[in-house]
């Protein structure tokens, strides 16, 4: 107990608080016992279990002032406050029953399910998909003739005319090549640099027709210039555009709360 | 009107689920649903129908809340008016309850941004012209008694704190139970409890003086 509760006036409202505790039927175990006690023994608390009950007994009767208003709405009122622009939006992000909820759980699932599946789980084949370029195979159909340039069309970067690994414009083909064999990486001639192999620089550069051509063709076109494939972008955008419709509707119901 | 020395805060029924407690009040409620489905399709016909049905009740809470007349309409029309805009942000199982919420809140926003203004409150008390409802049989010294009981209460109701008044009305008066008003006024069951306590006590202070008035 603290000291300030030895005091007169803090031993009366300590007993008063169990008193009032006691009328409103809150107090169990020891408590119950000692506000019982003291409403049998003093009899300043027995008037005032007395004086609660009164005052308990008379609020339900609490006179009500007459209503003077009738607060149905006008046309004006209705015009004035139904919602339109920013607000419709608004209600529509908020309301319970709005598709904004599922749209939004769809779309970072979506997104989240696109990262594992280009950039994440080696599982899923995004670790292929990512692998670094092979430069030891860059060089060995290097040697070969038009046939070999064509299956290296296919599977390798083209080489520089020196033997160095070609710049490889992207860092990733599209998940379609994530089945390549030894993870192999796109091969994309650098602009101005001559090919050692004229079939392989005509299949890579002019678009030949056949299904080596193609496959580079849908590799190329899967990524963006600034090497970054374009599933992984999608699913980045997926899951950014799902987090940002909760964080929206989260505000919504913020603000018409 | 339960005894709460008998009760506890699991045994007192819960005001803002009402509308499902009773057979009638299932009927309210589908029907509160419907208007309320009606007036989201922009019938405003459908809203109106709705405040209809709640003003009243709507009324003699706040203005038991808030002591100033003018300022408890004011409440209760912007409680009408909050309704009417968020009604998409309904989603049930109770219009009343909903509604309830909105107009304590509407109160209470009020008290706030108002605390220090002095009012005078229940003028209309003083308003000789009205009377408590009576019975057919009350004799006029029970009538009189009783509006002065009421005058006498209502005053001190209104001396105490907002948050006390506030706890007090909705449990004493309306029949909410604790967990309730926790919900309606944002805090936790014991501040309920402690502000129903001490909200008690300052009234019996107040009335320390008119106390016969009570105990006949």
Known sequence: MPLASHTPAAEAADHAELIVALDAGDLAGPDLDRARALSASCAGCAALVVDLAAIRGALPALPVPPRRRDYRLTDEDAARFRPTGWRRALGWLAAPGSTVRPLATGLATLGVVGLLLTAGLPGFGGGAAMAPVDTERVEAPAAGGAAQGDEYTMTGPAPAPTGAPAPVSTAAPAPGASGAPDGAGPAVAAPGEPSPDASAERNVTAGAPDDAGDAKLGETAAATGDGLPVGLLVSLALLASGIALFVARALARGRLA | ?216
Not at chain 2, 41 to 61: K, R, T
Not at chain 2, 87 to 95: A, D, K, Q
Not at chain 2, 172 to 182: H, K, N, R, T
């Open chain 2, 1 to 216: 009107m339960d005894d709460p020395r008998s009760t506890t805060t699991g045994e007192r029924s819960s005001a803002a689920e009402r509308p499902s407690a009773r057979p009638g009040d299932e009927a309210a409620a589908r029907r509160d649903e419907i208007l309320v489905a009606r007036a989201l399709e922009g019938d405003l016909g459908a809203f109106n129908q709705l405040v209809e049905a709640y003003q009243d009740l709507c009324h003699s809470l706040v203005a038991r809340l808030v002591p100033d007349p003018d300022q408890a309409a004011d409440a209760v029309q912007e409680a009408f008016f909050s309704a009417y805009r968020n009604l998409r942000t309904y989603r049930g199982p109770s219009f009343r309850g909903w509604l309830t919420r909105i107009a304590v809140n509407a109160a209470m926003d009020l008290q706030r941004a108002r605390k220090r203004r002095p009012v005078s409150p229940y003028p209309e008390l003083e308003d000789e012209s009205w009377q408590p409802t009576a019975g057919p049989d009350t004799d006029p010294e029970t009538i009189a008694g009783a509006a002065e009981r009421g005058r006498v209460l209502a005053a001190a109701l209104a001396a105490i704190a907002a948050d006390q008044r506030t706890a007090i009305v909705l449990y004493d008066v309306e029949g909410y139970d604790y967990a309730e008003i926790a919900r309606l006024t944002g805090v936790s069951l014991g501040t309920v409890k402690s502000r129903i306590h001490r909200g008690r006590l300052a009234l019996r202070g107040l009335l320390a003086d008119r106390m016969e008035l009570f105990r006949s």
